[in-house]
């Protein structure tokens, strides 16, 4: 069996994956919002004790159809290592269909065009990546160490590789000051990717909005709940996708909206009006069930 390290962390989509630690904690675990792996020091695990982990499931072998690749970016992990790593669960689990990980655009520049390939022919069709932003004032005030270019780059030769992107975008992550234009290139940025799936969370302070504020580089004013919705609606309005599955149904969210671009652009955008022009009967989430 599998004896984790925690904290351990999954997007809710791979609930009923098998989640396999192949790295621990975040490369990068600088971003001044994130707080996920604060406890944890970054390494990648030695190849035979994932491997002896993969063996210790395969009695299970036919339940698993998909695979997650935690810790923070499990991407980061060499391309030789990740392929050794996809052939044995290709073997050990013969209706795999999936595996996926989380990613930062840095592990995949790591990556040649070739090597991408390859890591989508074994199996890796899905990576999850947490733009937050395309404003590059605003990526740098939060120590992302991304920038829109470098992003744009990155998920698009992911993409062209083979490889299907779920990206999320940080609503009122800039507050007062940035919220226009954090709203504005974020879209152009998701535009540019035209991820398959796109998500949107709440900025939160799991330890305070002081501590926050403080590794914050500038003056960091938050939105309040209506503020943060007419940032939505500026983010949607200026979303071209193509085909793109949309959520905004984290439990952070107050307002839920759930659907496809292009097709459900202007029926979300109708909800999201009706809270701005009607705020005191709107049906929004209440705040004591946001952290829930």
Known sequence: MINYHEPLFRPPSEAYSLILQVSLGCAWNKCAFCEMYSSKNFSVRKEEDVFAEIDSMSAYANQYRKVFLADGNAMVVSFTKLSRILDQLNTTFPRLTRVSAYAIPKDIEAKTDEELQILAGKGLKLLYVGIESG???????????????????????????GIKLSVMILNGLGGKNYSHQHAINSAKLVNEIQPEFLSTLVISYPYGEERFRKKFDGEFIPLNTIELIA??????????????????????????????????????????????????????????????
């Open 231 to 292: 940032e939505m609606k500026i983010f949607i309005e200026n979303l071209e996708l193509n085909q793109s599955i949309f959520r905004s149904d984290h439990a952070s969210n107050y307002l839920i909206l759930r659907g496809n671009f292009p097709r459900d652009k202007q029926e979300m955008l109708n909800r999201i009006n009706g809270v701005l022009n009607d705020p005191a009967n709107a049906q929004l989430r209440p705040e004591w069930m946001r952290g829930l």
């Open 135 to 161: 404003d590059n004032e605003l990526l740098t005030a939060i120590n992302k160490g991304e920038t829109f270019e470098s992003t744009s780059r990155a998920l698009q030769r992911a993409r062209k590789a």
